[in-house]
């Protein structure tokens, strides 16, 4: 309740500043959830936009903490871009319905929801129930360590920014296209980078790194939660490390915010190598461009001893 007041005691303070401030900044003013968003706003935006992005790359994307911060900048946001497929569900709703501005709520011109922009892998047949563990209905929904679905969010942004704000809408196509091509040759990159690991085993603590692994022909042969968000039972360790053995894997990737105590058991059992990389950016030594992202991830599992 006090966080409530709290917020709503900003609102009032802001609510008769942010029309006046927006409007003579002549700008565009962004929120995106994720920081791997927001400077994909930047790069298609430029000086026609004011980005602010919420959650950084440190953060489990999942389990994001709202504060009230978030509902300022949603408060006085001319566009919203969210990652989509479910992935802010557990923080975004009551903030947008607390922000009171129409123009970023859901069908709206502003609520830009990233995820129509490609076509999401790992959608359950059937639908997904509780008895999968936190299984995303619609999708794996992290997308975006795929560059070539961030070269088609880029354009796709553009689209969005152009029809907020027209007559800027020749320089938004032009910076979209830049954005993707750039996105695009980051992916050959990568993808020479990592051709000597084509075709190798790893396991992963959980599927965010899914459309890495998947582009750049990595085989991901298991997880170290035995059902996405589910703790590892002893049972589902000792079978998850008689199939790592049968497969040779040799790597076992984790996100600094997973158990990394468990992930050390499964490594020190089975002789493999842990590897710790972020999955956004923002937050994280090294990782602070998308760039740097790519090859950070690139860099480290290079690092995983092969033969």
Do not use: C, W
Request: neutral net charge; aromatic residues 6%; hydrophobic residues 45%.
């Amino acid at each position: 309740m006090e966080g409530q007041r709290e917020m709503k005691k900003i609102l009032m303070v802001l609510g008769m500043m942010v029309a006046v401030s927006a409007s003579a900044a002549g700008k565009l003013n962004v929120v995106a959830t994720y920081d791997v968003y927001g400077q994909l706003a930047k790069a298609v935006g430029g000086d026609h936009v004011e980005v602010t992005a919420l959650a950084k790359g440190n953060l489990d994307p999942h389990f994001v903490d709202a504060k009230p911060s978030y509902l300022v900048a949603l408060h006085k946001a001319d566009a919203l871009l969210v990652n989509g497929l479910e992935l802010e569900v557990g923080f975004l709703p009551p903030l947008l319905q607390q922000a009171g501005n129409g123009k970023i709520q859901q069908g709206a011109d502003g609520y830009v929801d990233l995820s129509r922009f490609v076509a999401p892998i790992e959608v359950p047949k059937g639908g997904a129930d509780r008895a999968m563990g936190d299984v995303h209905p619609f999708g794996n929904p992290h997308y975006h360590l795929d560059p070539r679905n961030m070269a088609l969010i880029a354009k796709g942004v553009a689209a969005a920014f152009a029809k907020l704000d027209p007559p800027n809408a020749a320089d938004y196509t032009k910076s979209g296209d830049a954005a993707a091509k750039a996105y695009l040759d980051l992916d050959a990159e990568i993808l020479m980078t990592l051709a000597p690991l084509k075709g190798s085993p790893v396991v992963t603590y959980h599927s965010s790194l899914d459309y890495f692994f998947l582009r750049y022909g990595i085989d991901v042969v298991g997880f170290v939660e035995p059902k996405p968000g589910i703790k590892p039972s002893p049972t589902s360790l000792l079978d998850l490390e008689r199939r790592m053995k049968e497969k040779g894997v040799r790597g076992v990737v984790a996100e600094p915010y997973q158990d990394l105590k468990i992930a050390q058991k499964v490594t020190s059992d089975t002789g493999a190598k842990l590897i710790v990389v972020p999955a956004y950016t923002g937050g994280n030594p090294g990782a602070d461009t998308y760039a740097d992202l790519m090859r950070t991830i690139a860099k480290a599992l290079l690092e995983v001893p092969r033969g």
